[in-house]
């Protein structure tokens, strides 16, 4: 069956790179979707990357695929306090079904 | 542009009482999807609407879980009656629903609740 797993937790100091690794199962997988709740909050989409590219950057957020060993991540350059939140890797393989993972946990510190 | 609105952010309840909770999403989404978001976990779905239909409440509890979407825009999700575990947080989302295309769901602040 479909499962995405990350790691629960990252601590990093303002100003340095985080990254953020999962994994899925599903190689059917079309989209991958990184996600952000800040507290008290929905999720909101942050970034996407279609299963036929290797990477994609936006702004500080650099996502890559690793489509053969099933390996999505995140990087934030530069990161924030403002970048602490839980982050969710999700797989989506079309009929509207979106697997969402545990998600992981940033903690920036000053 | 609102985005979706549910209500009410926090309930607390005594086991084996009725809870329901709503949702307004966004103007001219047809897909509508209810998540239960365990502590510490990612959102688990519980039903998917398109319309007015629910095409896949096959992880909805149904013999204490029940939900409508009336006219094809507001929900609401029931759990009648309410045991211990079924604490946690309730996202309702929703997107354009434009089949298999990149499908970005955008979600509400969730209803906290607290059964004790």
Redesign the interface.
């Not at chain 1, 969402?100 to 998600?103: W, Y």
């Given at each position: 069956g479909e499962d995405?797993e990350q790691s629960?937790f990252l601590s990093v100091r303002e100003g340095d790179s985080s990254v953020i690794n999962c994994t899925y199962t599903d190689s059917s997988s079309?989209?991958l979707y990184w996600?952000k709740q800040e507290p008290?909050?929905?999720?909101?989409?942050l970034t996407?990357i279609?299963s036929n590219m290797d990477m994609k950057q936006d702004q500080r957020l650099t996502v890559l695929l690793n489509k053969k060993d099933k390996h999505l991540s995140l990087r934030i350059a530069d990161t924030q306090t403002g970048d602490s939140a839980i982050y969710?890797c999700?797989e989506?393989t079309?009929?509207?079904?979106?697997i969402?993972?545990?998600?992981t946990r940033l903690f920036v510190k000053a | 542009e609102a985005g979706v609105v549910q209500s009410p952010r926090y309930k607390i309840i005594e086991k084996k009482q009725p809870v329901a909770f709503w949702c307004n999403p966004i103007s001219g989404h047809n897909t509508l999807y209810w998540y239960r978001q365990n502590l510490g976990q990612g959102p688990e779905l519980l039903i998917r609407y398109e319309n007015e239909e629910a095409v896949d409440d096959s992880q909805l509890p149904k013999d204490r879980f029940s939900a409508e979407r009336l006219k094809g825009v507001d929900s609401t999700l029931k759990i009648q009656p309410a045991e211990l575990g079924d604490s946690a947080v309730y996202l309702c989302a929703s997107s354009l629903g434009l089949g298999g295309l990149h499908n970005e769901q955008f979600f509400g602040p969730g209803t906290r609740l607290t059964v004790l």
């Open positions: 995405v629960l079309t989209y996600y008290g909050a929905g999720l909101q989409l996407y279609f969710f999700a989506y079309g009929g509207f079904k979106t969402f993972g545990a998600g | -």
